[in-house]
C-alpha cells in the first residue's frame, strides 16, 4: 500500500482490553491521522438489533440491519445510529454480550468492512482497529499491528471501565467472547505474520506509542 504513496493505513488488531483503542487512537493523534474504532461499528449493529427485538443470531434479518442502519462515529468517541448518541448504550452488558454473534454474521461483516475500506480511502489512509484490519480489511496495510497482554491485566483494565460490573463477571464474559471471536468461521481474531507483536502487559500506553510512532517514521 504504500507503493502508491496514495494512502497509509495502519492496522491495529487484538483481543479486548490488549490496548488497541488507547494506543490507536493516540497514534492517530501522534502522526496526524484519523482513527477508527470498528469494534464500536459492530456494537452499533449489534444496539439496532436488539433495538428491533431480533436475535443476534438471526441470520438474514440481521444483515439487513447492518446495511439499513446509519452508523456515526464522531471524532470525540460518541456513536451514533440513525442519528441518536447510543454512545453508553453499545459499551453497556446487553450489547457486550450479544456483539459476538453479530460479528459472527458473514453478511454484516461484509458490510461493514466495505464501509470500512471506504472510510480510509475517503481520508487517504487512517489508524484501525479491531480483529481482522490486517488480516481481512487491509491485508497490504503500511504497518500491521498485534497488541495483546495476559487476560488478567486484559480483564482488570476492562473492570476499570465498566464500574458496574465486578472483576469475576468481566474476566469471564471476556474470556467467553475471546474464545467466540477466535474460533468463529467468518475472519476470526488472528495474528499475521507480517504483524509487529507487542504484550502491552508491563507497558505504559506512552511506551507503545512511541515505540509504533517511531517504527511508521522509520517505514516513510
Ligand atoms: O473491540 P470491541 O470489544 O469493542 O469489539 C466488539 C466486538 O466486535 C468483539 O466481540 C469482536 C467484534 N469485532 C470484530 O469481529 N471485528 C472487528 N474488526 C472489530 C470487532
Redesign the pocket.
Known sequence: MADDGAITVIAI?G???SG??TVARRLADSLGLEYL???????AV?FAVLARGLEPDGGEPVAEVARDVRILLEPDGSVLVDGVDVSTQ??GPEV?RA??E???NQAV?AE??SQ?REWARRRSGGV??????GS??FPDADLKVYLTASPEVRAQRRAKEVTDLDYGTVAADMAR??S??SR?EH???RQTDDAVTIDTSELTIDEVVTLLADKVRAAR
Open positions: 488488531d483481543p479486548a482490553g488497541k483503542s474504532d470498528t469494534g464500536a461499528m459492530y456494537r449489534t453499545i459499551r457486550s456483539v459476538s453479530v460479528a459472527a461483516r461493514l468492512v470500512q484501525l482497529e479491531g480483529r481482522d484490519i481481512v480489511v467472547r475471546d467466540f471471536d468463529r475472519d476470526p481474531l
